[in-house]
């Protein structure tokens, strides 16, 4: 009996098990195959490869080993990928989340490998970190999280090499940026606003105010000091306790270049935010009806005394034959204004606190 | 004389090297788990040690405790139990042990790499490619030897268990495959759709099927009385075997892939939970009348606490993966403690049932004391409740701060207090671990030996003394 060994095999069983391998097959085609032929396939060169060194004609500068070569930011996303940034900081700002920025789209994430979307986030999303702050900021904040963010949890990154470092940096400050190179979004964030967003006007019709009236007026100071006040400044000079620590300073509204912008301009932008600095997507926080009530305050805000070239191009060349300043001299630095102004750079009053960061310190004797 | 002591061909060896590496590696892995969590409270405790910072610590924690305490476990559990249901041997004892060490290899030399930073960048596949490798070829020889053994049965039909023991090292290569940068490597959400089928189905089609597998067997064998119905629990089986592989989605629910494919995963998801009413009842109604051996059963006690936080991970999880609940939720520690739930309150405590269950036939000796085998049940139950509400409240806590759209910077100041509480469950958890190593440590090297069945029962009376 002992030494008689059964064969029993897999008789019967054959088809069970054909059954369960089919299963898994199918279901794996379905949710994994399919979704990774279909989920975009963007053409590559559609799409800022900030991660790769180019060449002089914008071609990808290929390495000895046959890859391309990085670039600063993209060794320092490595360094992100190898400190485990992720396992506490998504890349993945969803439709609801305020002060991310914009949400992301398909396409986004195009050549990029691994991928950091997140599931944890313990510390605030990064998408759109590019730009917010300065990148010493940046580097002190690493070394030392608590003296930058008090109550931060983070684990100080001192360990890491100067090197790597800078990579890293350059790579924070490279995030989001993407999203304002994509052809997609040209005409949205050149524009002062699409007209062509018939949803968007439609829903902005809800219960619209009168915005030249008083009333409304007043009503939007409320708003505007229990939302935008904190960056802006309560007379919407940019000058609000969270401008010390921007990049990018908040707009001071008593330019005069503010005067210039319609109804519906003021509208869009608050709706929509700046994209690339903090200035969120209000549209997703307040109702439109509660919107033009800010457009409505906005567009009281006082003009300062500052005095402002309109048009630099007007000025006559043969008026100034003969005088002692060359008018192309004068013309460049008129232009230089202008551009400052167009970029929101411009400052009128250098050492305040909105002041440039070179010229915030020294400004302090007069 | 090497060849004899390292690729032993005894019976029963490999089962028993591969559950006493598992404990190796638990004590370890809890440790680092434990000073990860005290670093949420204290953040500069090892500043300026990159091997020892929160980011490196963790991938290597998730890595020790999955692959090297809870896969391990789990292995050796089976091959006691593939043999023992086709009343056979291990087609081959060698081959097994090979495998449990090129698994040690990798854990230790991987966990390692991880905390310098030699990482994939892969949640929960972080291991790079030579590790890959070798966990992918000891997989395999282990698939091979089960599937031999069971060809070779002498019994004509298969126990439920050995049909889950079977399918997860079916499909455990193939997610293995397709879920690690070093076979499949894609780019953009691609990768993260990838990312969450492996994250997911890790979890889904590995340890949920070896841990319900073993489960099945230890319930009837413990408590002495037949499974309730054999039909159910293959319902069970298959049910699982559908729903499963397509949820992985669910973690990217607010992010830009298909909506066809995130409302598949939400459907799927929703509808697991029938395998899971269906082992419960089964186990419950087997246990019928003979509830009162949890007060004497150490490894039966296990077992069904394990059963019963599988409960609650297994309504929370398909409620979570609802659109409307994922909205509010998602990204916050309520998931970190969901996970938990799963693979220390469900996995662990169904596999640790079975390693003392094993570990006494396999050594043929009592267990050295019964006493510690207690504290380890309630550091172990209690440390994991404290950790799992502190979890839960801190994760509300993110969400609401979220939802309302409170700055980070605000509402986490809040936390404090749920982190620390959450170190001090660990603390008990770690504690406990060490408890059980040594109790394991001092049976293995106690003089005593027994091969009465009836003299190793688990079962000792409280009144015949802690030892």
Known sequence: MASEVKKIGAKGYILPALVVAATFITIYTVTVIIPDMKVMKVDPTKYAMEYIEKDTNGKPIIDETGKPKLSEAGRGRAVYVREGCVYCHSQFVRPQDRDFGSRVHAGDYANET??????????????????????????GHLIDPRAYTPGSIMPSFSFLSEEDMGDLVAYLQSLGRKRLEDPK???VYEAYYPEADTAFWQKSEHHKPNV????????????FRQNCAVCHGTNGLGNGPNALAMNKKPANFSRPFFKAYSDKTWYYKVA??????RMPRWKLILEPEQMWYLVAYLKTLPQDQEVIIQDYQSIDDKAWEGQSILPNKLRASYQKLGEAKLHGTYQANPGGLTGSETEGGSSGGH | M?????????????????????????????????LGALE??????????????????RPAHVNMVAFGWLSMANIGSCLYIIPALCKTKLFSEKLANFACHVWNLVIGLGCWSLMNGYTEGREYAELREPFDILVLVGLLLLSYNLFRTVLNRQVEKLYVSVWYIM?????????????????????????????WFYGHNILGLWFTVLGVGIAYYMVPKMSGKPIWSHSLSMLGFWTIAFFYAPTGTHHLLQSPVPEWAKALAVIFSAALVIPVITVLTNFWMSMKGSWWMLSTNMPLRFVLTGALFYLFTCIQGPFQATRGINWYIHFTQWVVGHAHAALLGTFTFFVIGSLYYGLQRLTGKRIYSVRLVKWHYWLLF????????????????QSAGWALGYPVGQWSLTLPPMWFSRAVGGLMMFFSSCLFAFNIYKTLTAKQSSSDESELDMAVPVGKGGN
Not at chain 1, 114 to 122: E, K, M, Q
Not at chain 1, 212 to 223: F, V
Not at chain 2, 389 to 395: D, K, P, R, S
């Open chain 1, 212 to 223: 030249d009236s008083a009333t409304a007026a007043n009503g939007g100071a409320g708003i």
């Open chain 1, 114 to 139: 691994p991928n950091v979307l997140g599931t944890s986030r313990t510390g605030p999303d990064l998408s759109n970190e590019g730009g917010k702050m300065p990148d010493a900021w940046h580097v």
């Open chain 1, 272 to 277: 929509e935010g700046v994209p690339g600095t």
């Open chain 2, 382 to 397: 209690l440390g994991f409740s404290i950790f799992y509400l502190t979890l839960t409240v801190a994760g509300l806590q």
């Open chain 2, 40 to 57: 949420f409270s204290f953040p500069d405790l090892t500043k300026g040690i990159s091997q020892l910072s929160f980011t490196h610590i």
């Open chain 1, 185 to 187: 979004n040209k005409g």
């Open chain 2, 167 to 195: 399918g997860a090292f079916f499909w455990m290569p193939l997610v293995y495959i397709v879920g690690n940068r070093t076979f499949v490597a894609m780019d953009g959400l691609n990768d993260g759709i990838l990312n």
């Open chain 2, 2 to 34: 090497i060849n004899n002591k390292f690729l032993s061909s005894q019976e029963g060896s490999s089962a028993k090297y591969f559950m006493l590496s598992a404990i190796v590696w638990l004590v370890i892995g809890m440790g680092l788990g434990l």
